[in-house]
């Protein structure tokens, strides 16, 4: 009710902002005097794509991932696309691809770009001029000033110094413009870089840095993680306090603890999340990501720290012997509003061997929503699901209905193997069970086993159909054995594996992952069906290395 009673109160003062903002009045309070130029470009610390440029220079096509939307240069009104796209073309985060490119063709082709872009929205516009759009624009244009800038005409830097005061004007009154997470964060970027390079405007960056350090606590959980348990999401958080911070520095500002702070508490946090080959695992809306940028990351942030085992705050557990690795999503959903993209995969789990991923999770879609909410389901993990339906159902705004009340983990570490015991109520509105998941890893890495209970306390009365899912790497070959009861796994580094279970029948059906870019791989999937027809069901499951 809280959360219904916060929405309405959100969408009134919205509603009323966009009335006083959409006025001629509002638009001429937006000038006033132009200043000479920015006392500094902030050094922008992240790599472009050339091969983006390119597209976007030869065909005006914008790039996210591998998707491409062809889109005129002159026309930045795109229909009938996800809201993504909208961010991304307003953002001008693809001026980064044009500085990669470089020369006079990078250059120029921001220019125009940036001087299209004033002379079309030179006004308020009630989704390009959102507060994180704009402070996502504003922050790539200072920051990317010295590269297309300082060398134009006088004409250009009198239009593009009008703008980006206009647009600070705006942003100071509009925040916090009932934003979270990191659209705030991308909307206090941009004023703290504002402060920093226009003379006299130093109030702003008071305000962007008392903003931020109430963030900083709100978003970046005790453990490192953050408070929407998206990996990505963690990531881009690191990336805008590293930018602020590098800012502060050559801006000739002391440095701002809480930033600092914040780093040492994150980076052990994307460390846990990492397999061996560097890239994520996909949990709660998260793609592999490139472990290069991942890298990259944390080589900025300077950060020395040791990679957990657990994140009990954010709700993880992780299990690394020999060359096996184990991630466990073992928490909660995080609380509204920060549940609006968070998957429905409770007690769901990642497993790895050396490179080579075995057990995964199927992803997400960078772009497209119906990838999004179809990957958000249950059976698009590796997990339980009853009944073939979602643990809880989902509002209109994409948050969680009923979700569960209590999860409880347990954890045994021993010289030679470990026990994460883990239980969640998140069924019983529906159907009165509890879900209890154990993993048990031994022998340096070459034996895992599992279990899934689920008791009841009101008695069955109907029987329910229950599935428990391993979806596989795509780079797995698997084939049913044992009069499918068992089944033989082989990675691309030659190490054979053999699945067993107890307490249900074993089938192989087909799956998908969307781990990387827009394309989804055909995989396979393991699945152990069986019926509750009591108040206590158990299913039994082992991953065992084949020796030779």
């Known amino acids: 009710m809280h959360a219904l009673i916060h929405t309405i109160q959100q969408k009134i003062r919205c509603k009323a902002g966009q009335l006083a ?47 491409h939307l062809e ?67 504003l922050s790539n244009w200072i920051a990317g000033y010295d590269f297309f800038g300082e060398s134009a005409d006088e004409e250009f830097q009198e239009l593009f110094l009008e703008s980006i005061v206009r647009q600070l004007r705006h942003l100071v009154r509009s925040l916090p413009s009932g934003l979270h997470g990191i659209q705030l964060l991308h909307a206090i970027k941009g004023l703290a870089y504002g402060g920093l390079t226009i003379e006299g405007r130093e109030n702003y960056l008071e305000i962007a840095l008392n903003l931020l350090d109430q963030e900083i606590d709100k978003q970046i959980l ?100 020999g060359k096996a690795l ?13 549940d609006q993209n968070t998957h429905i995969a409770p007690l769901s789990f990642e497993f790895s061997y050396a490179r080579e991923r075995i057990f995964v999770n199927c992803g997400t879609h960078p772009t497209s929503p119906t990838w999004q909410e179809a990957l958000r389901s249950t059976p698009a993990h590796s997990t339980l699901i009853i009944d073939d339906r979602n643990m809880c159902d989902l509002h209109k705004d994409g948050s969680m209905g ?17 026990i994460i015991d883990a239980c969640h109520d998140g069924h019983v509105p529906v159907n009165g069970m509890t879900h209890r998941r154990r993993f048990y890893l031994a022998d340096n890495g070459h034996d895992l086993r599992g279990e899934d209970n ?11 159909d229950v599935a428990v899912r391993f979806h596989l790497h795509p780079n797995v070959m698997v084939s049913l054995v044992q009069g499918g009861q068992e089944a033989l796994l082989r990675l691309n580094n030659g190490t054979g594996w053999r699945f067993t279970i107890t307490g249900g029948e074993l089938e192989l059906e087909n799956s998908v992952y969307l781990g990387e870019g827009i394309r989804p791989r055909k995989t396979k999937q393991l699945v152990v069906r069986g019926n509750v027809d009591s108040n206590t069901q158990q299913f039994k499951w082992a991953l065992q290395r084949e020796t030779k």
């Open 326 to 338: 184990l991630i466990a999503d073992v928490g909660k959903p995080p609380v509204w509003p920060y």
């Open 222 to 321: 005790s453990d490192g993680g953050h408070i929407s348990r998206n990996p990505s999401t963690l990531l881009e958080t690191i990336q805008i306090l590293i930018d602020i911070r590098a800012a502060i520095r050559q801006g000739g500002y002391p440095a701002i603890p809480k930033i600092q702070h914040g780093l040492d508490r994150a980076i052990p946090a994307v460390r846990f999340f990492r397999h061996a080959d560097g890239a994520f695992a996909l949990f709660n809306n998260t793609q592999e990501n490139r472990a290069d940028h991942i890298k990259s990351v944390i080589m900025q942030a300077s950060v020395r720290a040791k990679t957990l085992n657990s994140l009990p705050h954010s709700g993880y557990e992780r299990i690394s012997m």
């Open 71 to 137: 889109l005129s240069n002159s026309n930045w009104h795109p229909v009938d696309v996800d809201m993504k796209w909208i961010e991304h073309i307003h953002g001008f985060d693809w001026l980064r691809d044009l500085r990669a490119l470089g020369g006079d063709q990078g250059r120029k082709a921001a220019r125009l770009m940036i001087q299209d872009w004033i002379n079309e929205h030179q006004n308020w516009h009630g989704t390009y001029w959102r507060s994180d759009i704009l402070g996502h624009r």
């Open 454 to 464: 689920l008791t009841s306390a009101i008695d069955i009365t109907t029987p329910h």
């Open 402 to 418: 009923h979700r569960p009340k209590t999860a409880v983990v347990n954890r045994e570490d021993q010289n030679q193997s470990s």
């Open 21 to 67: 903002y959409n006025s001629p009045l509002y638009n001429w309070s937006l000038g006033g005097t132009i200043p000479r130029g920015l006392t500094f470009s902030p050094c922008d610390l992240w790599a472009g794509n050339v091969d983006n440029a390119r597209w976007l220079i030869n065909s005006g096509t914008f790039t996210i991932e591998s998707d």
